[in-house]
């Protein structure tokens, strides 16, 4: 650490342990994006999953520096909107937006101060001021990422870690989305062919999806949708790279999933106002510190990702090369911190780690896991089937309490995944 230059507070909850005599060691709580607050984990929603965790020991929440109320890196608009109806369908990451982003955040903040490396050297000293020796990891997408790289620069202060939905230093965001997004696809048409009322309902999905794509063969395509501002029905060109980006974030769960065959019915028959209405309410990006998400990815992933690299893993795929290409643009307009190649390298530990990865997930597909467990000593991969890029349900909560209860990997009981179905297709446009 420079322990120098400007300083920024860093926004910290402390969740106390509800037994009497709570274990030595808490469960530090590590959001996904980049660009998520921990402290969002707070709420309502996630207390299914995370109340569990405080009968034996404190839950800390710490917003990583740039997201949350620790200086965070939030950008007015840069196509996240969707009362910008236009914006939100047009092109990905404008050059002009980014460049206005990137303006706005460096009147208070070095954007090169904001990479995942010095963020865990944060988290350590948070952990020393908290009064904690040894700490667990618990942690979605971009937070197991975050937890490896912690794990990698601090092992002696981790007991365990239970990781869901796994990205790695290695994972080169946004490289793997193309290949992600099509198994999901691929798996959802399965589902659904073997489901008999989606299969009655839509029993051509896939050559309607083809169909709709087709129709960008030549560039853009007018549709109708509802402006948010005068609540009425307009012309709004839509680009296939925000169509097939949409589509992708609509695989991200299997609950969001369950609308696709319908929205994409409605799309062929020339309705997109259902595509509209799940592409708002299926969008984590609204969320996100968007200013922090580019100063990690533009930092340590794009910088890794090579020609190659994009023609073999965006072929044959709906998503294809732009969302790749539109973030590395997005890139050439964003200060980059000195990232070594060596950053990227698979983290080695013998700290006791479980994986947990959904055979559909549209974001981390379970290969990136069964890549990364193979250099933890005591790491254990779970994959569930037809679970996307999710933890819900009380079969994951139970399997996270119960493993950072003892920190053995090889003595949780995972049967319980087998019994994991997706939830039923909706067969009519949601209201």
Avoid at 188 to 199: E, G, Y
Avoid at 317 to 344: K, M, N, S
Wanted: charged share 20%.
């Amino acid at each position: 650490m420079a322990r120098s230059g400007r300083k920024i507070s860093l926004n910290i909850v402390v969740v106390p342990a509800l037994g009497a005599t709570p274990a030595p060691d808490p469960v530090f709580w590590l959001e996904g994006g980049p660009g998520g607050a921990a402290t969002d984990a707070t709420g309502p929603v996630s207390q299914n999953y995370l109340r569990g965790l405080r009968g034996e020991r404190d839950v800390v929440f710490v917003d990583q520096r740039g997201t949350g109320e620790s200086n965070p890196l939030k950008c007015d608009d840069i196509g996240d909107d969707p009362a910008n109806v236009d914006a939100y369908f047009g092109k990905l990451f404008p050059a002009l937006l980014i460049r206005t982003c990137r303006e706005q955040l460096e009147r208070f903040a070095d954007l090169t101060r904001y990479s995942t490396t010095v963020a865990m050297d944060d988290l350590d000293e948070v952990r020393a001021a908290l009064g904690y020796d040894r700490i667990n990891l618990a942690g979605a997408s971009y937070g197991t990422q975050a937890a490896q790289v912690y794990i990698r620069q601090h092992p002696d202060h981790v007991r365990s870690a239970f990781l869901a939905g796994v990205a790695t230093p290695g994972f080169r965001l946004p490289l793997p989305f193309a290949r992600a997004a099509q198994n999901a696809w691929e798996r959802l048409l399965a589902d659904c062919a073997a489901d008999p009322a989606c299969r009655d309902a839509f029993p051509n999905v896939k050559k309607e999806f083809d169909a709709v794509l087709a129709r960008f063969e030549h560039g853009s395509i007018q549709v109708t949708m509802i402006d948010p501002a005068t609540r009425t029905s307009r012309p709004v060109t839509l680009e296939r790279e925000a169509f097939v980006e949409h589509v992708r974030l609509m695989l991200y769960s299997t609950f969001a999933a369950r609308f696709l065959p319908v929205v994409v019915h409605q799309a062929f028959l020339g309705d997109f106002l259902p595509f509209q209405k799940l592409a708002v309410r299926f969008d984590p990006g609204g969320a996100l510190a968007r200013g922090m998400y580019f100063s990690v990815t533009c930092s340590e992933d794009v910088p890794f990702i090579t020609e190659q690299d994009i023609v073999a893993e965006t072929r044959g795929t709906f998503l294809g090369d732009r969302r790749v290409r539109a973030h590395q643009a997005a890139c050439q307009e964003w200060p980059r911190a000195d990232v070594p190649r060596a950053f990227t390298e698979p983290v080695r530990s013998d700290v006791p780690v479980v994986m947990y990865s959904g055979e559909a997930d549209g974001a981390t597909p379970p290969w990136i896991a069964e890549d990364a467990v193979r250099f933890f000593t005591s790491g254990r991969q779970i994959t569930v089937p037809h679970a996307g890029h999710q933890i819900d349900g009380p079969c994951g909560w139970n399997l996270m309490q119960a493993f950072l209860r003892t920190a053995s990997a090889g003595q949780l009981d995972a049967a319980c995944v087998g019994n994991i179905r997706r939830p039923p297709f909706a067969t009519e446009v949601p209201r």
